[in-house]
């Protein structure tokens, strides 16, 4: 789970990305999306008002620069790479240290499938685009790719640098708007998590920058120092990570981040001017450097995360002095472990997570509105919501959003996805249980029924729910496999179509799933409820053959879907040819005489009768006879 407490994501603003500080000199977040206007790479990037760099200058762009000259196409895309690579490589230890504000282990996951995807969308993109263009890519591939609060937070980190790199702002002042971009989305942060790690990197970079003769570099490797240092003190600033001995998790995943950042960007030793004279002659670019130039450095993160002393802090936080060091302001910062105004139990058990797009141009909200009302009605059914996304990545595209929510009313939350379906395009919702136990096999199921789709959950699937008119696709589900950083068991139509998507879904990255997946065919929400059994019975015994138990109940399985009128002669029907146990899921408004009728006729026939609503409306019937 991820680090910021509770994380209610405020979305008053939230489709607008902050404006860059006062002086900053750069344009609207309103104004025209530009690339760089000179492919000359000594001019390109370059703040309005200062002449073109001589040769020598143009090897390592100063403190003013805008961030489209530190960061060339080829140090974006090195950068979604190694970011990747980075948390993929870290993700167990990263996992291992999530303990805030729930301890379900998987924020090192999420990040990785966060910043996975968006190198991913990168990677896809043909040679010739610019750096905004591609930092727009990675920022919308890992929007729609987030898992998790600390995914989702990146995510937005990554969208308000992208943004701020649009509109021509500096690397330092860029940091800064990616900081408060993902922090103003937060109602109730709390102290020493991703978002203080993002604060100090961004304070550090403009005091770096403020400095006379600085180099971009000089402001880069402040940002990592400083999230470096915001990470090492979280263990004495979060009561739990206090009592833990650990590094905040999602401040961890940062750092790792930015020091990919650092080690895309190309060190470059100036040549001497007789040899620049001869690389110009010889029609070289003065930014190109030969391979001796460059040092290559590894991305590391440089902490301990674990063996900390356990510290005895007030449930209230500890220290404020980094904050205080930085100019950065931790009044309103809340370390408590429950937001304010939402009851955190364990019966908060469910996250929650959709994509909403919208066309682009879609004029029946004003700006920012479609973050709030859709905040609210998330509100309304749970806590730690979070919306993120907006229209301003790209504005000829369709506008998206991701939404994450948790609660105990997996009913009402999928009704908010009904609704905002009739307002857009809502993709398959991802549920899973917070409480699951760690396994070294995921299960991913696709459902229709809400109550089925619980159950699933609290069985430990991952379970996709469809929102008409948008069905689960195969790739759908081969994401959600990949996702999990484990091996997968995939139930669901189609296991072909999911066996092939995956396969090519991982030859798009080494490093995209550490086990095979395994689909099965499950095509109806039955064989779904059958599932459900199977999950229970080998989640007693650890060393149990899931992926077996599984296969072996879905193989004996004979199916029906009728409706209530016609349910008992169905039923009546399927056991002809025996059975041992019936499995009948209905509709909500079948009536109970009807189920009573259906459980009946299973105990005549010597079988047990398990019964299961839908949690939808309506009087079908679907039927399920094993052995």
């Given at each position: 789970m991820e680090e910021v407490l509770g994380a209610q994501l405020t979305l008053g603003n939230h489709d607008r990305i902050p404006d860059a500080p006062t002086g900053s000199n750069v344009g609207s977040i309103t104004g025209p999306f530009v690339e760089d206007p000179s492919g000359a790479p000594g001019w390109q990037g370059y703040r309005g008002g200062h002449p073109a760099p001589t040769t020598e200058e143009a090897w390592v762009p100063d403190a003013d620069a805008r961030v489209t000259a530190v960061m060339d196409a080829a140090v974006v895309r090195a950068w979604a790479r190694l970011a990747a690579g980075a948390?993929?490589?870290?993700?167990?230890?990263?996992?291992?240290?999530?303990?805030?504000?729930?301890?379900?282990?998987?924020?090192?996951?999420?990040?990785?499938?966060?910043?996975?995807?968006?190198?991913?969308?990168?990677?896809?993109?043909?040679?010739?685009?610019?750096?905004?263009?591609?930092?727009?890519?990675?920022?919308?591939?890992?929007?729609?790719?987030?898992?998790?609060?600390?995914?989702?937070?990146?995510?937005?980190?990554?969208?308000?640098?992208?943004?701020?790199?649009?509109?021509?702002?500096?690397?330092?002042?860029?940091?800064?708007?990616?900081?408060?971009?993902?922090?103003?989305?937060?109602?109730?942060?709390?102290?020493?998590?991703?978002?203080?790690?993002?604060?100090?990197?961004?304070?550090?970079?403009?005091?770096?920058?403020?400095?006379?003769?600085?180099?971009?570099?000089?402001?880069?490797?402040?940002?990592?120092?400083?999230?470096?240092?915001?990470?090492?003190?979280?263990?004495?600033?979060?009561?739990?990570?206090?009592?833990?001995?650990?590094?905040?998790?999602?401040?961890?995943?940062?750092?790792?981040?930015?020091?990919?950042?650092?080690?895309?960007?190309?060190?470059?030793?100036?040549?001497?001017?007789?040899?620049?004279?001869?690389?110009?002659?010889?029609?070289?670019?003065?930014?190109?450097?030969?391979?001796?130039?460059?040092?290559?450095?590894?991305?590391?993160?440089?902490?301990?995360?674990?063996?900390?002393?356990?510290?005895?802090?007030?449930?209230?936080?500890?220290?404020?002095g980094l904050?205080?060091?930085?100019?950065?302001?931790?009044?309103?910062?809340?370390?408590?472990?429950?937001?304010?105004?939402?009851?955190?139990?364990?019966?908060?058990?469910?996250?929650?997570?959709?994509?909403?797009?919208?066309?682009?141009?879609?004029?029946?909200?004003?700006?920012?509105?479609?973050?709030?009302?859709?905040?609210?009605?998330?509100?309304?059914?749970?806590?730690?919501?979070?919306?993120?996304?907006?229209?301003?990545?790209?504005?000829?595209?369709?506008?998206?959003?991701?939404?994450?929510?948790?609660?105990?009313?997996?009913?009402?939350?999928?009704?908010?996805?009904?609704?905002?379906?009739?307002?857009?395009?809502?993709?398959?919702?991802?549920?899973?249980?917070?409480?699951?136990p760690d396994s070294e096999l995921t299960v991913v199921v696709a459902t229709t029924a809400p109550a089925l789709a619980a159950e699933l959950a609290r069985a430990g699937a991952v379970v996709l729910v469809p929102v008409p008119p948008v069905g689960v696709a195969a790739r759908d589900l081969a994401l959600a496999a990949l996702g999990s950083g484990r091996a997968a068991l995939v139930l669901g139509p189609a296991a072909d179509a999911v066996r092939a998507a995956a396969r090519r879904l991982a030859g798009e990255h080494e490093d995209a799933v550490p086990g095979e997946v395994i689909a099965i065919d499950a095509p109806t929400d039955v064989h779904a409820a059958v599932v459900v059994a199977a999950l229970a019975a080998a989640g007693d015994d650890p060393a149990a053959d899931v992926a077996g138990a599984v296969r072996a109940a879905l193989n004996g399985l004979r199916a029906s879907a009728t409706d209530a009128a016609d349910a008992v002669g169905a039923l009546r029907g399927l056991l002809d040819g025996g059975g041992d146990v019936v499995t009948v899921l209905a509709d909500d408004d079948v009536p109970d005489a009807v189920a009573a009728g259906l459980d009946a006729l299973a105990e005549q026939a010597g079988a047990e009768c398990v019964l299961l609503r839908t949690g939808r409306a309506g009087t079908g019937v679907a039927l399920g006879v094993e052995g």
């Open positions: 948390l993929g490589r870290d993700r167990a230890a990263i996992d291992q240290v999530n303990v805030f504000p729930v301890a379900d282990g998987d924020t090192g996951t999420n990040m990785h499938v966060t910043a996975r995807e968006g190198a991913r969308a990168v990677a896809a993109v043909p040679d010739g685009a610019g750096p905004a263009a591609l930092l727009r890519v990675l920022a919308r591939g890992a929007l729609l790719g987030a898992r998790g609060n600390s995914g989702v937070i990146l995510s937005e980190w990554l969208r308000g640098l992208a943004v701020a790199a649009t509109r021509g702002d500096t690397l330092a002042h860029a940091l800064d708007v990616a900081a408060r971009s993902a922090r103003g989305a937060v109602a109730h942060p709390a102290h020493g998590t991703i978002l203080t790690a993002a604060d100090v990197a961004a304070a550090a970079a403009l005091d770096a920058a403020a400095r006379p003769g600085a180099s971009a570099d000089d402001v880069l490797e402040a940002a990592v120092r400083g999230a470096r240092s915001a990470a090492a003190s979280s263990v004495s600033t979060l009561a739990p990570l206090a009592r833990a001995g650990v590094l905040d998790a999602g401040a961890c995943g940062l750092v790792l981040v930015l020091d990919a950042l650092r080690v895309a960007r190309p060190r470059v030793t100036p040549p001497t001017p007789s040899a620049a004279v001869a690389a110009g002659a010889a029609g070289a670019g003065v930014s190109v450097a030969t391979a001796t130039m460059l040092t290559v450095t590894p991305v590391t993160l440089g902490l301990d995360m674990t063996g900390h002393d356990a510290i005895a802090l007030p449930d209230g936080g500890g220290h404020r904050d205080a060091a930085h100019g950065l302001d931790a009044e309103h910062e809340h370390a408590d472990e429950h937001e304010p105004g939402h009851e955190h139990s364990d019966a908060d058990e469910l996250e929650v997570m959709f994509v909403l797009r919208r066309p682009a141009g879609a004029r029946d909200f004003p700006d920012g509105a479609v973050a709030d009302a859709l905040r609210a009605d998330l509100a309304a059914v749970g806590g730690s919501v979070v919306v993120v996304g907006g229209a301003d990545l790209a504005p000829d595209e369709d506008s998206a959003w991701q939404a994450h929510v948790h609660t105990a009313d997996l009913a009402g939350a999928l009704a908010v996805t009904r609704r905002w379906a009739g307002r857009g395009r809502v993709e398959p919702a991802h549920v899973r249980h917070l409480a699951a």
